[in-house]
């Protein structure tokens, strides 16, 4: 069976998600922390992806600046989440075999070693407070109890996605 093409893959693995909705309001992008960083704007990933320039995302850094903090998925009114698409766009270029940031490895690499990628950090609240998870009552971060089995699980879903 032919394979199918690029698009078509990114519309199965974004779901729901409607990239057609966008109405370009710019909500996504007025909150989204990566957006300072040249050529990337989460609102503008939506637009070239309602214009099939799906090659062209692949191609490019900007899918690869997100920091995956999901606030355009919150503010969204329109329920496109441009959060899912870039996911989904960095999936397919992983699977075509295109180039990721070397920072993706050493993420991983952290992962299996340790169960996360960085300690946790305090954030400051909306109204200018410093919380971290001892003063929100949360558990201290616990460490997984086989580093073994997160590794192997790690390396079993890197082979499943390159399939
Ligand atoms: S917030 Fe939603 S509707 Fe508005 S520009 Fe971003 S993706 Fe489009
Ligand atoms: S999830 Fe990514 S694209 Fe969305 S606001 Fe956060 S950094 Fe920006």
Do not use: H
Not at 21 to 47: E, T
Not at 54 to 64: A, T, V
């Amino acid at each position: 069976m032919a394979a199918k093409p690029v698009v078509m893959r990114l519309k199965d693995i974004v779901g729901d998600q409607q990239p057609e909705y966008c109405n370009q309001c710019g909500k996504c992008s007025s909150g989204c922390p990566s957006a300072r960083f040249l050529d990337f704007s989460p609102r503008r990933i939506v637009i070239m992806t309602q214009l099939d320039m799906i090659e062209d995302l692949l191609k490019s850094d900007m899918i690869w600046l997100c920091a995956e903090c999901l606030k355009c998925k919150e503010r969204c009114p329109r329920e496109v989440a441009p959060y899912d698409i870039i996911q989904a766009l960095r999936n397919i270029a992983y699977k075509v075999g295109l180039t990721y940031p070397s920072g993706y490895s050493q993420y991983l690499s952290s992962i299996s070693e340790k169960g996360l990628i960085q300690q946790p950090q305090s954030i400051r609240t909306q109204k200018g407070e410093r919380v971290d998870r001892i003063s929100l009552g949360l558990p201290k971060l616990q460490k997984p109890s086989s580093m073994e089995k997160i590794a192997q699980n790690l390396n079993k879903i890197m082979q499943l996605e390159r399939r």
